[in-house]
Protein backbone atom coordinates (compact mmCIF):
# COMPACT_ATOMS: atom_id res chain seq x y z
CA UNK A 1 0.00 0.00 0.00
CA UNK A 2 2.77 2.32 1.05
CA UNK A 3 4.24 2.34 -2.59
CA UNK A 4 1.52 2.68 -4.76
CA UNK A 5 0.60 5.61 -2.39
CA UNK A 6 4.79 6.59 -3.31
CA UNK A 7 4.16 5.87 -6.93
CA UNK A 8 0.94 7.90 -7.13
CA UNK A 9 2.76 10.82 -5.46
CA UNK A 10 5.80 10.38 -7.69
CA UNK A 11 3.88 10.62 -10.99
CA UNK A 12 1.44 13.79 -9.47
CA UNK A 13 4.99 15.70 -9.02
CA UNK A 14 6.55 14.31 -12.45
CA UNK A 15 3.00 15.47 -14.39
CA UNK A 16 3.05 18.91 -12.14
CA UNK A 17 6.41 19.88 -13.25
CA UNK A 18 5.60 18.88 -16.74
CA UNK A 19 4.22 22.85 -16.60
CA UNK A 20 5.51 26.01 -16.69
CA UNK A 21 7.21 26.87 -13.18
CA UNK A 22 5.32 29.75 -13.33
CA UNK A 23 1.75 30.38 -13.78
CA UNK A 24 0.68 31.90 -16.80
CA UNK A 25 -2.38 34.35 -15.47
CA UNK A 26 -4.04 36.04 -18.78
CA UNK A 27 -5.60 39.47 -16.86
CA UNK A 28 -8.60 41.54 -18.21
CA UNK A 29 -7.77 45.50 -18.57
CA UNK A 30 -10.81 46.84 -16.93
CA UNK A 31 -12.99 46.67 -13.03
CA UNK A 32 -11.65 42.88 -13.59
CA UNK A 33 -7.83 43.35 -12.99
CA UNK A 34 -8.13 45.43 -9.81
CA UNK A 35 -8.66 43.18 -7.22
CA UNK A 36 -5.74 41.02 -8.61
CA UNK A 37 -3.15 44.29 -8.10
CA UNK A 38 -1.95 43.54 -5.17
CA UNK A 39 -0.65 40.55 -6.36
CA UNK A 40 0.66 42.10 -9.57
CA UNK A 41 2.54 44.35 -7.48
CA UNK A 42 4.22 41.98 -5.55
CA UNK A 43 6.36 40.48 -8.77
CA UNK A 44 6.18 36.93 -6.97
CA UNK A 45 7.81 34.82 -9.39
CA UNK A 46 5.07 32.07 -9.41
CA UNK A 47 3.27 33.97 -11.51
CA UNK A 48 4.09 35.29 -14.88
CA UNK A 49 0.70 38.00 -15.91
CA UNK A 50 -0.13 39.08 -19.13
CA UNK A 51 -2.74 41.75 -19.91
CA UNK A 52 -5.62 41.34 -22.82
CA UNK A 53 -8.11 43.84 -23.51
CA UNK A 54 -10.89 41.07 -23.87
CA UNK A 55 -11.74 37.24 -23.31
CA UNK A 56 -11.56 37.44 -26.92
CA UNK A 57 -7.60 38.22 -27.24
CA UNK A 58 -7.09 35.28 -25.04
CA UNK A 59 -9.16 32.47 -24.99
CA UNK A 60 -6.78 31.09 -28.32
CA UNK A 61 -3.88 31.18 -25.94
CA UNK A 62 -5.84 29.62 -22.89
CA UNK A 63 -6.89 27.01 -25.51
CA UNK A 64 -3.24 26.72 -26.77
CA UNK A 65 -2.29 25.89 -23.12
CA UNK A 66 -0.21 29.47 -23.06
CA UNK A 67 -2.38 30.67 -20.20
CA UNK A 68 -3.53 28.59 -17.10
CA UNK A 69 -5.87 31.12 -15.25
CA UNK A 70 -7.77 33.73 -16.33
CA UNK A 71 -10.99 36.02 -15.97
CA UNK A 72 -13.90 36.05 -18.05
CA UNK A 73 -18.16 37.16 -18.17
CA UNK A 74 -19.69 33.97 -16.41
CA UNK A 75 -21.39 32.94 -20.11
CA UNK A 76 -18.06 33.14 -21.77
CA UNK A 77 -16.74 30.52 -19.73
CA UNK A 78 -19.89 28.37 -20.11
CA UNK A 79 -19.65 29.09 -23.64
CA UNK A 80 -16.05 27.66 -23.51
CA UNK A 81 -16.77 24.71 -21.45
CA UNK A 82 -19.63 23.37 -23.67
CA UNK A 83 -17.77 24.08 -27.30
CA UNK A 84 -14.28 22.74 -26.08
CA UNK A 85 -14.51 19.14 -24.27
CA UNK A 86 -14.53 21.17 -21.42
CA UNK A 87 -11.17 22.39 -21.60
CA UNK A 88 -11.55 25.31 -18.83
CA UNK A 89 -13.47 24.67 -15.62
CA UNK A 90 -15.05 27.73 -13.16
CA UNK A 91 -13.12 27.66 -10.28
CA UNK A 92 -14.55 30.55 -8.09
CA UNK A 93 -17.29 34.06 -8.94
CA UNK A 94 -14.89 36.94 -8.78
CA UNK A 95 -17.57 39.58 -9.09
CA UNK A 96 -21.04 40.59 -8.66
CA UNK A 97 -23.20 42.38 -10.74
CA UNK A 98 -22.91 46.32 -10.55
CA UNK A 99 -24.97 47.84 -13.01
CA UNK A 100 -26.95 51.18 -12.45
CA UNK A 101 -29.24 53.36 -14.43
CA UNK A 102 -27.37 56.81 -13.94
CA UNK A 103 -29.66 59.92 -15.56
CA UNK A 104 -30.00 63.51 -14.60
CA UNK A 105 -33.70 63.05 -14.13
CA UNK A 106 -34.43 63.25 -10.68
CA UNK A 107 -38.68 61.96 -11.91
CA UNK A 108 -36.94 58.33 -12.39
CA UNK A 109 -37.00 56.40 -9.00
CA UNK A 110 -37.95 53.03 -10.41
CA UNK A 111 -37.93 50.33 -13.96
CA UNK A 112 -41.21 51.51 -14.90
CA UNK A 113 -40.56 55.29 -14.70
CA UNK A 114 -38.93 54.56 -18.01
CA UNK A 115 -41.81 53.44 -19.85
CA UNK A 116 -41.71 55.57 -23.63
CA UNK A 117 -38.16 56.32 -23.22
CA UNK A 118 -35.00 55.31 -24.81
CA UNK A 119 -32.17 53.69 -22.41
CA UNK A 120 -28.90 53.64 -23.62
CA UNK A 121 -26.25 50.92 -22.37
CA UNK A 122 -23.19 48.58 -24.18
CA UNK A 123 -23.16 45.15 -23.72
CA UNK A 124 -25.17 43.70 -26.99
CA UNK A 125 -25.05 40.01 -26.60
CA UNK A 126 -23.74 39.63 -22.94
CA UNK A 127 -24.80 40.06 -19.64
CA UNK A 128 -26.41 43.47 -19.93
CA UNK A 129 -28.47 42.90 -22.82
CA UNK A 130 -29.97 39.56 -20.96
CA UNK A 131 -30.49 41.16 -17.68
CA UNK A 132 -31.84 44.20 -18.30
CA UNK A 133 -34.40 42.26 -21.02
CA UNK A 134 -35.21 39.90 -17.84
CA UNK A 135 -35.78 42.69 -15.27
CA UNK A 136 -38.20 44.09 -17.47
CA UNK A 137 -40.25 41.02 -18.66
CA UNK A 138 -40.62 40.43 -14.81
CA UNK A 139 -41.78 43.83 -14.37
CA UNK A 140 -44.03 43.29 -16.90
CA UNK A 141 -42.73 46.07 -19.47
CA UNK A 142 -42.64 45.74 -22.73
CA UNK A 143 -39.07 46.21 -24.69
CA UNK A 144 -40.38 48.71 -27.73
CA UNK A 145 -40.15 52.09 -28.55
CA UNK A 146 -43.97 52.75 -28.79
CA UNK A 147 -45.27 50.70 -25.54
CA UNK A 148 -42.14 50.11 -23.17
CA UNK A 149 -38.60 50.76 -22.75
CA UNK A 150 -36.73 51.13 -26.14
CA UNK A 151 -32.69 49.90 -25.59
CA UNK A 152 -30.19 50.95 -27.74
CA UNK A 153 -27.21 49.56 -28.19
CA UNK A 154 -25.73 51.56 -30.77
CA UNK A 155 -23.37 53.46 -28.90
CA UNK A 156 -19.66 52.44 -28.24
CA UNK A 157 -19.44 52.44 -24.04
CA UNK A 158 -16.40 54.77 -24.12
CA UNK A 159 -18.62 57.52 -25.77
CA UNK A 160 -21.72 56.95 -23.20
CA UNK A 161 -20.59 58.98 -20.57
CA UNK A 162 -19.75 61.95 -22.71
CA UNK A 163 -22.51 62.06 -24.73
CA UNK A 164 -24.41 61.60 -21.19
CA UNK A 165 -22.72 64.86 -20.04
CA UNK A 166 -23.65 66.85 -22.94
CA UNK A 167 -27.36 66.11 -22.69
CA UNK A 168 -27.54 63.94 -25.95
CA UNK A 169 -29.00 61.18 -24.36
CA UNK A 170 -30.41 61.22 -20.66
CA UNK A 171 -30.79 57.78 -19.65
CA UNK A 172 -28.08 55.24 -19.54
CA UNK A 173 -27.12 51.86 -18.03
CA UNK A 174 -23.64 51.11 -17.31
CA UNK A 175 -21.38 48.62 -14.97
CA UNK A 176 -18.47 49.83 -12.94
CA UNK A 177 -16.35 51.86 -13.22
CA UNK A 178 -18.11 53.91 -16.08
CA UNK A 179 -20.67 54.69 -13.17
CA UNK A 180 -18.29 56.27 -11.50
CA UNK A 181 -16.36 57.86 -14.05
CA UNK A 182 -19.84 59.74 -14.83
CA UNK A 183 -21.18 60.96 -11.34
CA UNK A 184 -17.93 62.44 -10.67
CA UNK A 185 -17.70 64.50 -13.70
CA UNK A 186 -21.43 66.32 -13.36
CA UNK A 187 -22.98 67.03 -9.78
CA UNK A 188 -26.38 66.38 -11.91
CA UNK A 189 -25.55 62.77 -12.72
CA UNK A 190 -26.55 60.03 -10.07
CA UNK A 191 -27.13 56.87 -9.52
CA UNK A 192 -31.26 56.52 -9.86
CA UNK A 193 -31.41 52.23 -9.98
CA UNK A 194 -29.57 50.03 -8.44
CA UNK A 195 -30.57 46.75 -10.82
CA UNK A 196 -29.11 44.30 -8.24
CA UNK A 197 -31.87 45.49 -5.84
CA UNK A 198 -33.98 45.13 -8.71
CA UNK A 199 -32.78 41.29 -8.73
CA UNK A 200 -33.08 41.04 -5.63
CA UNK A 201 -37.00 42.03 -5.69
CA UNK A 202 -37.64 39.76 -8.34
CA UNK A 203 -35.78 36.62 -6.66
CA UNK A 204 -37.23 37.34 -3.22
CA UNK A 205 -33.71 36.71 -1.88
CA UNK A 206 -30.53 38.22 -0.84
CA UNK A 207 -29.41 36.67 -3.90
CA UNK A 208 -26.45 37.60 -6.19
CA UNK A 209 -26.16 37.38 -10.11
CA UNK A 210 -22.58 36.58 -11.09
CA UNK A 211 -20.51 38.54 -13.50
CA UNK A 212 -16.81 37.14 -13.31
CA UNK A 213 -15.44 34.26 -13.01
CA UNK A 214 -11.78 33.08 -12.52
CA UNK A 215 -11.19 29.83 -14.72
CA UNK A 216 -9.01 27.30 -14.70
CA UNK A 217 -7.31 25.09 -17.28
CA UNK A 218 -8.78 21.52 -16.86
CA UNK A 219 -5.46 19.81 -17.27
CA UNK A 220 -3.89 22.25 -15.48
CA UNK A 221 -6.09 21.73 -12.10
CA UNK A 222 -6.11 18.11 -12.58
CA UNK A 223 -2.11 18.01 -12.68
CA UNK A 224 -1.40 20.75 -10.18
CA UNK A 225 -4.02 21.46 -8.02
CA UNK A 226 -2.33 23.09 -4.86
CA UNK A 227 -0.48 25.50 -7.39
CA UNK A 228 -3.87 26.56 -8.51
CA UNK A 229 -5.16 26.46 -4.95
CA UNK A 230 -1.78 28.79 -3.84
CA UNK A 231 -3.02 30.89 -6.20
CA UNK A 232 -6.72 31.33 -5.29
CA UNK A 233 -6.16 31.72 -1.82
CA UNK A 234 -3.62 34.20 -2.96
CA UNK A 235 -6.19 36.17 -5.30
CA UNK A 236 -8.66 36.31 -1.91
CA UNK A 237 -5.80 38.17 0.15
CA UNK A 238 -5.31 40.56 -2.98
CA UNK A 239 -8.95 41.05 -3.10
CA UNK A 240 -9.72 41.84 0.49
CA UNK A 241 -6.92 43.96 0.67
CA UNK A 242 -8.09 46.12 -2.63
CA UNK A 243 -11.40 46.16 -0.62
CA UNK A 244 -10.01 47.56 2.49
CA UNK A 245 -7.20 49.78 0.84
CA UNK A 246 -9.26 51.32 -2.02
CA UNK A 247 -6.96 54.96 -2.45
CA UNK A 248 -3.76 52.52 -2.61
CA UNK A 249 -5.24 50.06 -4.94
CA UNK A 250 -6.04 53.11 -7.13
CA UNK A 251 -2.51 53.95 -7.08
CA UNK A 252 -0.98 50.56 -7.41
CA UNK A 253 -3.78 50.55 -10.96
CA UNK A 254 -1.60 53.50 -12.19
CA UNK A 255 1.95 52.10 -11.12
CA UNK A 256 0.71 49.40 -13.29
CA UNK A 257 0.19 51.21 -16.07
CA UNK A 258 -3.23 49.39 -16.45
CA UNK A 259 -5.00 52.44 -17.73
CA UNK A 260 -7.38 53.13 -14.89
CA UNK A 261 -7.16 56.23 -13.07
CA UNK A 262 -6.51 56.20 -9.31
CA UNK A 263 -9.14 58.34 -7.91
CA UNK A 264 -11.91 56.67 -10.25
CA UNK A 265 -10.53 53.57 -8.71
CA UNK A 266 -10.65 54.42 -5.57
CA UNK A 267 -14.53 55.65 -5.94
CA UNK A 268 -15.83 52.39 -8.16
CA UNK A 269 -14.40 50.16 -5.74
CA UNK A 270 -17.25 50.25 -3.12
CA UNK A 271 -19.67 49.70 -6.05
CA UNK A 272 -17.70 47.30 -7.99
CA UNK A 273 -19.27 44.30 -5.96
CA UNK A 274 -16.27 42.16 -5.51
CA UNK A 275 -16.74 38.70 -3.96
CA UNK A 276 -14.91 35.63 -3.74
CA UNK A 277 -17.10 31.88 -4.05
CA UNK A 278 -16.40 28.99 -5.03
CA UNK A 279 -17.91 28.27 -8.42
CA UNK A 280 -19.07 24.55 -6.55
CA UNK A 281 -21.12 26.68 -3.90
CA UNK A 282 -22.51 29.17 -6.27
CA UNK A 283 -23.87 27.02 -8.74
CA UNK A 284 -27.30 28.01 -7.85
CA UNK A 285 -26.88 31.77 -8.59
CA UNK A 286 -24.76 30.35 -11.74
CA UNK A 287 -27.36 28.20 -12.98
CA UNK A 288 -30.13 31.14 -12.50
CA UNK A 289 -28.01 33.25 -14.73
CA UNK A 290 -27.19 30.64 -17.62
CA UNK A 291 -30.51 29.99 -17.87
CA UNK A 292 -31.37 33.79 -18.41
CA UNK A 293 -28.79 34.18 -21.31
CA UNK A 294 -30.27 29.98 -22.10
CA UNK A 295 -33.87 31.69 -22.55
CA UNK A 296 -32.56 34.56 -25.08
CA UNK A 297 -29.95 32.88 -27.14
CA UNK A 298 -28.92 29.43 -26.49
CA UNK A 299 -25.54 30.02 -28.31
CA UNK A 300 -24.60 32.28 -25.75
CA UNK A 301 -23.13 29.81 -23.68
CA UNK A 302 -22.94 27.03 -25.81
CA UNK A 303 -26.55 25.67 -26.30
CA UNK A 304 -26.90 24.60 -22.90
CA UNK A 305 -25.56 24.44 -18.97
CA UNK A 306 -22.69 23.01 -18.41
CA UNK A 307 -23.13 19.77 -16.38
CA UNK A 308 -21.37 19.28 -13.08
CA UNK A 309 -17.57 18.87 -14.12
CA UNK A 310 -17.77 23.05 -15.06
CA UNK A 311 -17.19 23.35 -11.32
CA UNK A 312 -14.19 23.17 -9.87
CA UNK A 313 -13.76 21.62 -6.55
CA UNK A 314 -10.69 22.72 -4.72
Given at each position: ???????????????????????????????????????????????????????????????????????????????????????????????????????????????????????????????????????????????????????????????????????????????????????????????????????EKITKTTSFYPLTAIVVRSEFAINCPEKVKDFLKN???????????????????????????????????PKSNYVFRKSSDSKEEIEHLLKIFLQNDENSIGGK??????????
Amino acid sequence: MKKVFVLILTLFIINCSLFSQAINVGVLIGPSCIPIVKMMDAKESDYKYETFASPQNFLPKMLKDEIDIGFMPLNIAAKVFNSSNKKLLCAVICGGGNLSLITKDKKIKNLSDLKNKTVVTAGKGATPEYFIKYLLTENNIAIDEKNGVFLDFSIPTASIVPLLLSDKIKYVILPEPYSTIATSKSNEVYYSIDLQDEFEKITKTTSFYPLTAIVVRSEFAINCPEKVKDFLKNYETSSDWVQENPKEAGLLCEKLQLGLDSNIVEHSIPKSNYVFRKSSDSKEEIEHLLKIFLQNDENSIGGKLPDSSFYLNW
